[in-house]
Nanobody, 122 residues
């Protein structure tokens, strides 16, 4: 399984970005997908995930501002980020797991993308 994250960049505080994660190499629609992020000097942390049946779950820091969706026909999962602030600056990673249900731990994911940088200027 290969995951390719894209869509990162520089945005002003209060702005929006949409990240994409394109998956290939397996039946994309069968498993859950997650987003994580790692800020400078910090550990990688869970952002949110989407189950096979479209249910989503978010970290408290993402609730109300971030939205995850998926297009199974295109094998793409999206992370729409609104009302961004400087604390959202990080490298964002997408991940895939064989299981179809939510998962918030890194070790529950089987495949990882290379990450895309998001920088929010204040």
């Amino acid at each position: 399984v290969q995951l390719q994250a894209s869509g990162g960049g520089l945005v002003q505080a209060g702005g929006s970005l949409r990240l994409s994660c394109a998956a290939s190499g397996r039946t994309f629609s069968s498993g859950a997908m997650g987003w994580f992020r790692q800020a400078p000097g910090k550990e990688r942390e869970f952002v949110g995930c989407i189950a096979r049946s479209w249910g989503t779950y978010y970290a408290d820091s993402a609730k109300g501002r971030f939205t995850i969706s998926r297009d199974n026909a295109k094998n793409i999962v999206y992370l729409q980020m609104d009302s961004l602030n400087a604390e959202d600056t990080a490298v964002y990673y997408c991940a895939a797991r064989a299981g179809s249900y939510w998962a918030t731990r890194q070790q529950d994911y089987d495949y990882w993308g290379q990450g895309t940088q998001v920088t929010v200027s204040s």
